[in-house]
């Protein structure tokens, strides 16, 4: 019997076989010595022609796609050919199947060319999923290697629609070991690094849709999130990223470990390198009424009225008030996300808008709350398809689940348990009712990119603890030159002084920075018109040096 060692290997080199041998790098720079790959660094290996159908937003392929202008089959081997080039130097893919891809996009210029008409409103766009999702014929690891070999046998109810949508599937992206952490470490392809300082992680549990979409190796991908594995992803590697509400999008037959906990929410949602590539997706899946094959779906249509009120008036067609919270209490950001969340306040400010400091109940109530769910099982989920293979744990995983079976809740903690979370979400209820704005402005990391091994904190809990929509925004680059480590800093406690004195200016020089905008529960659609007239505003602030702010 092959050791878990071997089959990590067997299916790492599959991977890179599925990759066409023009494709395939004759030499990777090691991470110190080219440490971003982005830009000028990942075109010197492309067509003019392949740059011009990867480098537009997802509206505008889709305008040239629909029209028959391009042929979906050009855009579709584009892009899984950055998607190759974005593999090999972050490790960012689990599944290729580029072959794939690349018929369904035939089938869709042979459609359009019979019937004059797009065979749906996403017609030829390529998107990339993570690897939770399942498509049938290929494996669904989750990073497990003992779920190598295991193909699905049917799609996921979301691809289902993306592909009754017109959305063409191409590849499935890296996600920590079990799909449970804020670093993509697995025993399958290593460590997901990010693509603008491979020095750092691309963070996680979405991970690899990071460094793929930063490096146009997908224009939209799918993520999910049950502590901020899509908003972590988003925020570092300087992208647009949602987390809707739960039952707001299907999840139907998605795999993931601790399957029927549900009081700490999952959803899927999108990331993408604009903001109305979210809107796209939300909008159209909603359309194909999810809630008549998903029954945790809530019927709730795409509310259109919602949307354009908020992305008109957030441009400034009436006040709204913000309230900003710069930390929560217990650890501060390290100086570029502090400047981060400076340029988005100055920017709203800017467009007319009111700000208010925003002192909610405590965040780091919710990461307890977050984390007393996931001890529910006594991490038996996690251990038992570990076992499958005898591969030991991974340390960031580890870091959650510990280094072996705990005892799990009895009935009487987990009903005490939630009974404390319901008391919570009341409490943030009865705060917010009382101090009443349209969004929040918050950091969504105190790290500035973060250092492989060395992930202190995390702000991002409350979201699916609250079940709240929040989106991220890319604002800035930390910049060594202006973003000055302090010296005698006053910690708050412990976990804040690690994330102080190991912030290293050089070292996470260049790493983007995402700054959250959250809403209540059910308030996609708010926030999808926010973002994406925060996104396209050219009000704000440029980074004093190196790359321009995406503001």
């Not at 076989?17 to 494709?23: L, Y």
């Not at 202008?69 to 855009?75: L, N, Q, S």
């Amino acid at each position: 019997m092959a050791t878990w060692e071997a089959k990590g290997a067997a299916k790492r080199q599959a991977l890179l076989e599925a990759i066409p041998a023009q494709w395939r790098l004759p030499h990777i720079p090691s991470p110190k010595e080219q440490p971003n790959v982005t830009g000028d660094y990942i075109r010197q290996f492309l067509t003019p022609e392949e740059i011009s159908a990867t480098e537009p937003s997802a509206e505008e392929i889709l305008v040239n796609t629909m029209s028959g202008k391009w042929k979906a089959t050009t855009v579709v081997k584009a892009f899984s050919h950055r998607a190759a080039l974005a593999h090999q130097l972050t490790n960012c893919l689990h599944e290729i199947f580029f072959d794939d891809g690349i018929k369904q996009a035939e089938e869709l210029d042979a459609y359009l060319a019979k019937h004059g008409k797009p065979k749906g409103p996403l017609h030829g766009l390529p998107v990339s999923l993570k690897d939770s999702l399942n498509v049938k014929g290929y494996d669904t690891t989750t990073g497990i290697v003992g779920l190598i070999g295991r193909p699905a046998e049917q799609d996921s109810e979301l691809i289902k629609h993306l592909r009754s949508l017109g959305a063409v599937l191409y590849c499935k992206t890296s996600v920590p070991q079990a799909s449970f952490a804020a670093e993509t470490e697995n025993h399958i392809i290593g460590y997901t690094l990010l693509a603008q300082n491979r020095l750092l992680s691309s963070g996680g549990s979405s991970g690899g849709e990071g460094p793929l979409l930063a490096l146009r190796g997908s224009v939209v991908g799918i993520g999910s999130d049950i502590g901020g594995s899509i908003r972590h992803p988003a925020a570092l590697n300087g992208l647009y990223g949602l987390k809707p509400s739960f039952r707001r999008l299907p999840i139907r037959g998605v795999t993931r470990v601790m399957e029927g906990q549900d009081q700490v929410p999952f959803s899927l949602g999108p990331l993408s390198s604009s903001a109305s590539g979210l809107t796209l997706i939300v909008k159209s899946v909603l359309q194909q009424q999810p809630w008549l094959t998903d029954p945790r779906v809530v019927e709730i249509p795409w509310r259109d009225n919602i949307y354009q009120d908020y992305l008109n008036a957030t441009k400034g067609g009436k006040q709204l008030t913000f309230g900003v919270m710069r930390d929560d209490r217990f650890v501060r950001p390290q100086p570029p996300v502090n400047r981060g969340v400076d340029i988005l306040v100055k920017k709203i400010q800017g467009l007319g808008h009111k700000v208010i400091e925003w002192n909610p109940p405590s965040h780091s109530e919710a990461m307890k709350l977050s984390l007393a769910t996931w001890a529910f099982d006594g991490s038996a989920d996690v251990f038992s398809q570990l076992g499958l293979s005898g591969e030991p744990i991974v340390p960031s995983v580890a870091d959650i689940f510990g280094n072996e079976p705990r005892k799990p809740y009895t009935a009487e903690q987990i009903a005490e348990t939630n009974i404390s979370i319901w008391k919570y979400r009341e409490k943030y209820a009865d705060y917010w009712n009382s101090n009443p704005v349209d969004a929040v402005i918050a950091p969504t990391y105190p790290h500035a990119g973060i250092i492989p091994g060395k992930l202190r904190y995390g702000y991002t809990f409350y979201g699916n603890i609250l079940d709240y929509s929040v989106g991220v925004i890319p604002v800035t680059t930390a910049d060594k030159s202006v973003d000055v480590k302090v010296q005698s800093y006053e910690a708050l406690n412990e976990r804040d002084n690690l994330v102080s004195t190991e912030y290293d200016p050089e070292l996470q020089h260049g790493a983007p920075i995402g700054i959250s905008i959250y809403g209540r529960r059910f308030e996609d659609e708010k926030i999808l018109g926010i973002l994406e007239a925060l996104g396209s505003s050219n009000v704000g602030t440029t980074a004093p040096s190196g790359p321009p702010s995406h503001l």
